[in-house]
């Protein structure tokens, strides 16, 4: 079992919920990750997800995509995010997933990229323009790093997709819960709980439940569905208030053992 699994079955073991934050790498400056990234493990997160800003970000929403904007302006690239975390390599106790497009990763060589990734305390990567039928043009120098390809399932996968990605998807699989971009929603749909359920049927593997989740009482509600959530948009917007009781409050509530006692 991967380090990443292992992290989120340590918490589900205990009846809490996995807590997954997204933040983009660079946004506010590139001296934030170091604080950002010790703040966050301080409090008891799971895992956390490593936005690598992009030119052309396919599926991120507009808080997302202006971080990204943000963060290119103040130097953020591949190359300089995984500099920066090699420099507190030995402070990073928790998995750090990194999401970027496949385009940066190609033109930074995927055999060099796979091994300055994991030397940055990456174990886990997701791409989310890369479909599996292409996962190949990565997968081998990621195996050999030991970094895990989390894939994406979406609402509208049909049954063969669904085993074709749960079977795929390493460290997680990650339950997309809208249909659309990431980014604060309302409401959920209604057959949620029946696509989760769905899901398990398939794998056995931890199944994370990820956008549009904003508040502590969709934190709870989602991560009921599965083992736990992954909050981009809002963790996003609170760090740039500087806004720490939102995202306490946020972690705390994936932490169900602690609200029944
Ligand atoms: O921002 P949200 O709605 O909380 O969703 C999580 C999401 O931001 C994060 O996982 C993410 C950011 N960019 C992505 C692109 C594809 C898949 C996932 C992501």
Avoid: C
């Avoid at 509208?156 to 699989?173: D, N, Q």
């Amino acid at each position: 079992m991967s380090r990443l699994t292992q992290a989120i079955e340590n918490v589900t073991a205990q009846g809490d919920k996995a807590f997954i934050p997204y933040i983009m790498a660079g946004d506010g400056g590139l001296e934030t990750l170091k604080p950002t990234i010790l703040t966050l493990q301080k409090l008891g997160v799971t895992a956390i997800e490593i936005g690598i800003p992009f030119t052309d970000p396919v599926a991120d929403g507009p808080t997302i995509e202006e971080a990204g904007y943000r963060a290119l302006q103040a130097g953020a690239s591949l190359r300089t995010v995984l500099e920066e975390l090699q420099t507190f390599r030995d402070d990073i106790t928790v998995p750090l997933v990194a999401m970027t497009y496949l385009n940066p990763i190609l033109a930074f060589g995927v055999e060099l990229f796979a091994i300055e990734a994991k030397e940055a305390g990456i174990e886990g990567l997701i791409v989310p323009d890369m479909p599996l039928e292409e996962s190949a043009i990565i997968h081998d120098a990621l195996r050999v790093a030991e970094i895990d390809l989390v894939q994406l399932v979406s609402l509208t996968s049909p049954a063969e997709r669904i085993a074709k990605i749960t079977a795929a998807s390493e460290g997680f699989v990650y339950a997309v819960t809208v249909n659309g971009i990431t980014g604060a929603r309302q409401a959920f749909h209604e057959e949620l709980s029946a696509h989760f359920n769905n899901l398990a049927t398939y794998t056995t593997k931890p199944i994370l439940a990820g956008f549009g989740i904003s508040t502590p009482a969709q934190v709870e509600q989602l991560g009921q569905l599965g083992s736990g959530v992954i909050v981009g948009s809002k963790i996003v917007d609170a760090l740039t208030k500087n806004d720490w009781a939102t995202i306490e409050a946020l972690i705390a509530a994936s932490k169900q053992s602690a609200l029944r006692a």
